[in-house]
């Protein structure tokens, strides 16, 4: 099969049915790169930033980029 071939997963699944829904989430859960123990939690990635919604400047929300 393609995937082996190549080291991908692979899995049959049905939202219509719910056919291995969970378990493919937890198959890509489990392949997720584990953080490093002085990383912070909600950091934003290796940089360590993250974004709060409240230091957002008030003109930059709700497509303040587009308005006219």
């Given at each position: 099969?393609?995937?082996e ?8 699944t049905s939202?219509?049915?719910n ?11 489990q392949?997720l790169?584990?953080?490093?123990p ?5 950091a ?6 993250g974004?709060v ?9 709700n ?6």
């Amino acid at each position: 099969m393609y995937a082996e071939e190549n080291g991908l997963s692979f899995m049959e699944t049905s939202a219509k049915t719910n056919y291995n829904v969970n378990e493919v989430f937890r198959l890509i859960a489990q392949k997720l790169p584990k953080p490093s123990p002085n990383a912070v939690a909600g950091a934003g990635g290796a940089g360590g930033k993250g974004i709060v919604l409240d230091e957002v400047p008030q003109d930059s929300r709700n497509g303040g980029c587009c308005k006219s």
